[in-house]
């Protein structure tokens, strides 16, 4: 390829990897990724829109919407944008009284007039990004609060103040960190000892840049340290090149001494600077934070030496400690100074502060000046896997400025722009894209402003023998030739100087290389109804025909002709214009006005009332009916309460007084007169609108199962229960008794003798007249020849002569056959055991119960109960029986049986001295057994009463 060739490959390459259309995608609709959202926080912070909100506006447009890539950001009928701002809060951004300052600063710094622009507009990232932060600002002085500076504290004031959802929010822990381990930073302190600041004050900032210093890299391609503190005079601690351990640094921070003297902030300032330039880092960024109160002895000296820093390329940081002097710590801080002066007069947000000194730090552009027409150049080393970046700020007081790449075994991309300080690749006016080979060289057209530059290189191996090459690359900025000198471009256009020459941005209406070329804009025929176009510049003229007018003849003169007299109203042209005369029950200029009929509050008793047209409805309260509500609805109408119950009217309720024995809201319940547990002696109580009765024990009766009952066996027909006197008296059982062949007699009216011989079948089955009346049941009654036998009378009179099983006899009290043996067939007695003197019989109608003495006590029969047994008594006996045998026996026996009866003797005081500890149980059980024998007899005389001559007792 000979060399003519290889300049136009050459060429033609600048201008496919170079790019001079601009692109600000802040202001694109419906643009979305965190290069935008970044460029939106950039811009804000740097015009000093927001400041102070602890990387909250950031986080916010992570959580609403993960900067704008879900996939319902720019959803139909939502026009919040990317931080999700809905209608409301859009509207008190416009119409809040205390953002009033704030919305004129939106004019002054973005030409943005707020109070004109409409939700739509919040669709573009910056729109979006300035709402949210304008109603920040309005939370902060409408609640007297302020941002918090933690995660989890920001994610609850994100909940309560924008209806979050907290873990969207706690998700924003996801975003990438700002990382500076590839940019090398020279940062000194500059530390104010003097005695206004406090001993207290100097040990909070002593920890403070500790814990900065813990947050940093400390490297030879990250952040070196430096620290010079000052009163009157300045004092360097340690050289930017001095450590390179953590560790050492902290210790040094620590081990300071604090002097206590005058203020003299520009000798600080003027030592630190000087660190910089002993520096072996020649291409770091240079970074100071002056940590002062600001009351220093010459202002302007302060503002004189860090103007001359900065001049110099210093990022100056200014942190005010307690009471400061607002004014001179301004003067000292880089611009803007909203984000480069923080105050820690409580040390009560040192978090946040660390944070955001870190973070801008980093970002903390390189500087470079074009000095009379000379090359400028910044380098750097690619390394594998990682990302080099880097923003350089070009002091050009040229019109247009050159920038050339170069790179050795990688890529570098870069974003130019002279409008903002942080270019990037959402937000910038220039690009350009340089490879291995393939250098990079464009212009951009800054007018004598500062020109900044965002790069980001990466390593890439595209060929063979980069493997043992240095991966570098490098960027040159010259002063460029201008192209642009001779004002090529006409009717208005703009030049941008360009590497073959220039291109020129014309304005609106013309076009062409150099904008000669007047766009007709009569060619899409803008004019309707009939009228005619004039091309003009950048415009155009209708000339309508009669009955029309407007820019494009869009205006019917005939007012009415467009039917604008809404709801039935009529239409007539006045004086060019319309007037309506509108239907009863509306207004307006287009009768558009439904006359609100509720204005009179005409519904009563607090009845809601809705329009309607030229009426009226009321939604009455319950309890309430008729056209205005006047009405009270009678709710005993139907009557609601149940069993007897009387009902009252009230509004919307009533009230029920319940009959006896009922309660309940309708009278519906039965009152439960269980519910205190009357029964005793595990009675079950039986409830009733009445009251209650117990359903009692065996063994017990009364009314609440209070007291011990005295049973008898009863018999109705076959079926044999346990009776109390009161069942007898209550039932009528004593009525079913079969007591014999008189009691049919009686029935059937004749009177029978005393003991007939009945006429019954036998076993032959043969049966004279029967001596059973019919009952409707079953009973028996004494067969008199033979005790061992009974007859048996159904339910229809008829009779059997039936058999008791042997060894018993029949019983005619309980209608049973019952042992002969122990207890007597007409007695309720108690007899003793025949052989065991600790149990006995209770004898009821001939049925024996065996029962037994409680512990070692023996059943005395003639006093009926169980008592301790007398072994005095037993001794005597005993002792009578020795004497008969005694006037047997010989004296040898005497003897013997004296020896014993001195035993026995002994044995009977033991006894004696138990009868006397048992002798008031003893008492109680006689007690018992009289009350027992008192109940036998109170039932015996009821059964007399009841029974008559029916029984035998």
């Given at each position: 390829m000979d060399k003519l060739g290889a300049c136009s490959f050459f060429l033609t390459t600048l201008l496919l990897i170079s790019s001079t259309s601009a692109v600000d995608k802040t202001i694109e609709n419906e643009a979305s990724g965190s290069t935008v959202v970044e460029a939106v926080v950039n811009l804000l912070r740097a015009r000093c829109t927001v400041s102070d909100d602890n990387f909250f506006l950031r986080r916010m447009a992570y959580a609403a919407s993960r900067d704008g890539e879900k996939s319902d950001t720019f959803r139909k009928g939502f026009d919040g944008g990317i931080w999700q701002i809905d209608k409301q809060k859009f509207t008190i951004t416009q119409t809040s009284k205390v953002l009033g300052n704030q919305r004129r600063g939106i004019q002054g710094n973005f030409s943005i007039d707020w109070s004109s622009i409409t939700w739509s507009d919040l669709r573009k990232p910056l729109y979006s990004g300035i709402a949210a932060a304008l109603y920040l600002q309005y939370i902060e002085r409408r609640y007297a609060t302020t941002i918090p500076t933690s995660i989890n504290a920001q994610a609850k004031f994100w909940v309560d103040r924008f209806n979050g959802q907290l873990n969207d929010f706690l998700a924003v822990k996801n975003l990438q960190e700002v990382s500076c381990d590839m940019k090398p930073v020279d940062l000194v302190f500059v530390v104010d000892e003097s005695g206004s600041i406090g001993r207290s004050n100097f040990l909070r900032i002593k920890n403070f840049l500790s814990d900065l210093v813990d947050q940093l890299t400390i490297s030879s391609t990250a952040f070196r340290v430096g620290l010079v503190k000052f009163d009157m005079t300045a004092i360097t601690e340690f050289q930017l090149d001095r450590y390179s351990q953590k560790y050492h640094i902290k210790s040094a921070i620590k081990s300071m001494d604090y002097s206590a003297g005058g203020t003299q902030i520009s000798t600080g300032i003027k030592t630190g600077n000087a660190l910089f330039a002993r520096s072996s880092r020649k291409n770091a960024t240079k970074v100071m934070i002056l940590l002062t109160d600001g009351h220093s002895m010459d202002r302007t000296d302060t503002a004189r030496e860090a103007q001359r820093a900065k001049a110099e390329g210093v990022t100056i940081f200014v942190i005010g400690i307690g009471k400061v002097d607002p004014q001179e710590i301004d003067s000292a801080a880089s611009q803007p100074t909203c984000v480069h002066v923080f105050l820690l007069q409580q040390f009560s947000s040192i978090d946040n502060i660390l944070y955001e000194v870190r973070r801008r730090s980093c970002k903390a552009p390189t500087k470079v000046e074009i000095v009379n027409e000379e090359e400028a150049k910044v380098f750097g080393e690619l390394l594998p896997n990682r990302t080099v970046e880097d923003t350089v700020e070009i002091d050009s007081k040229t019109p247009s400025t050159k920038i050339t790449t170069e790179v050795v075994c990688g890529e570098v991309e870069l974003f130019a722009s002279s409008k903002t300080t942080s270019p990037s690749e959402a937000l910038y006016e220039v690009k350009g894209l340089a490879r291995d080979n393939q250098p990079a060289s464009f212009s951009i057209q800054n007018g004598g402003q500062t020109v900044y530059v965002y790069y980001k290189g990466k390593m890439v191996s595209t060929t063979e023998d980069c493997r043992n090459r240095n991966k570098t690359f490098s960027i040159s900025f010259t002063q460029a030739s201008d192209s642009c000198k001779s004002s090529p471009c006409e009717n208005g256009g703009t030049c941008v100087d360009q590497l073959t020459g220039f291109t020129c941005n014309c304005i609106t209406g013309f076009d062409g290389n150099r904008c000669q070329n007047n766009i007709d804009e009569c060619q899409n025929n803008p004019c309707a109804n009939g009228g005619s176009c004039v091309d003009m510049v950048n415009g155009y003229m209708c000339v309508c025909v009669s009955g029309y007018s407007g820019s494009s003849c869009e205006i019917n003169m005939n007012k009415c002709a467009s039917s604008p007299c809404q709801n039935g109203g009529s239409c007539s042209n006045v004086n060019n214009d319309f007037v309506c005369s509108c239907s009863q029950g509306?207004?307006?200029?287009?009768?558009?006005?439904?006359?609100?009929?509720?204005?009179?509050?005409?519904?009563?008793?607090?009845?809601?009332?809705?329009?309607?047209?030229?009426?009226?409805?009321?939604?009455?309260?319950?309890?309430?009916?008729?056209?205005?509500?006047?009405?009270?609805?009678?709710?005993?109408?139907?009557?609601?309460?149940?069993?007897?119950?009387?009902?009252?009217?009230?509004?919307?309720?009533?009230?029920?007084?319940?009959?006896?024995?009922?309660?309940?809201?309708?009278?519906?319940?039965?009152?439960?007169?269980?519910?205190?547990?009357?029964?005793?002696?595990?009675?079950?109580?039986?409830?009733?609108?009445?009251?209650?009765?117990?359903?009692?024990?065996?063994?017990?009766?009364?009314?609440?199962?209070?007291?011990?009952?005295?049973?008898?066996?009863?018999?109705?027909g076959s079926v044999e229960k346990e009776c109390t006197i009161e069942d007898l008296q209550k039932t009528g059982f004593a009525d079913h008794l079969c007591t014999g062949a008189n009691s049919g007699s009686e029935n059937s009216g004749s009177q029978a003798p005393e003991n007939p011989t009945p006429s019954v079948p036998d076993a032959s089955g043969t049966s004279a007249p029967s001596v059973c009346v019919p009952?409707?049941?079953?009973?028996?009654?004494?067969?008199?020849?033979?005790?061992?036998?009974?007859?048996?009378?159904?339910?229809?009179?008829?009779?059997?002569?039936?058999?008791?099983?042997?060894?018993?006899?029949?019983?005619?009290?309980?209608?049973?056959?019952?042992?002969?043996?122990?207890?007597?067939?007409?007695?309720?007695?108690?007899?003793?055991?025949?052989?065991?003197?600790?149990?006995?019989?209770?004898?009821?109608?001939?049925?024996?119960?065996?029962?037994?003495?409680?512990?070692?006590?023996?059943?005395?029969?003639?006093?009926?109960?169980?008592?301790?047994?007398?072994?005095?008594?037993?001794?005597?006996?005993?002792?009578?029986?020795?004497?008969?045998?005694?006037?047997?026996?010989?004296?040898?026996?005497?003897?013997?049986?004296?020896?014993?009866?001195?035993?026995?003797?002994?044995?009977?005081?033991?006894?004696?001295?138990?009868?006397?500890?048992?002798e008031d149980e003893l008492k109680e059980r006689r007690e018992k057994n009289d009350k027992k024998q008192r109940n036998i007899e109170e039932l015996r005389e009821a059964l007399r009463k009841i029974l008559g001559d029916k029984i035998n007792m």
């Open positions: 509306f207004r307006g200029k287009s009768c558009e006005i439904n006359i609100d009929d509720c204005l009179s509050s005409v519904c009563l008793n607090g009845g809601l009332c809705k329009d309607l047209v030229n009426d009226f409805t009321c939604q009455c309260k319950p309890g309430f009916s008729g056209k205005t509500c006047n009405a009270d609805i009678d709710d005993c109408t139907p009557n609601p309460c149940k069993n007897g119950g009387s009902c009252g009217d009230l509004v919307n309720d009533f009230r029920c007084s319940c009959s006896s024995g009922y309660t309940g809201k309708e009278c519906e319940v039965i009152i439960d007169h269980c519910q205190t547990s009357p029964c005793r002696n595990a009675g079950t109580c039986v409830n009733s609108v009445s009251g209650y009765s117990c359903d009692c024990q065996n063994g017990y009766t009364g009314k609440n199962c209070e007291s011990e009952a005295t049973l008898v066996m009863c018999r109705i009952k409707g049941f079953v009973y028996h009654i004494p067969y008199p020849e033979d005790k061992a036998k009974y007859i048996q009378c159904d339910e229809y009179g008829g009779s059997t002569v039936m058999p008791c099983a042997p060894g018993t006899e029949f019983n005619a009290p309980r209608q049973i056959c019952t042992s002969n043996t122990v207890c007597p067939p007409e007695k309720i007695i108690t007899v003793p055991h025949s052989t065991d003197p600790g149990k006995y019989y209770n004898c009821v109608y001939g049925t024996a119960h065996l029962m037994s003495c409680p512990g070692t006590l023996v059943f005395n029969a003639d006093l009926k109960i169980c008592t301790w047994s007398s072994r005095r008594r037993e001794l005597e006996k005993d002792s009578g029986k020795s004497e008969t045998k005694n006037k047997m026996a010989d004296d040898d026996d005497d003897e013997e049986e004296e020896k014993k009866m001195d035993e026995e003797e002994t044995n009977d005081v033991t006894d004696e001295n138990l009868d006397e500890d048992l």
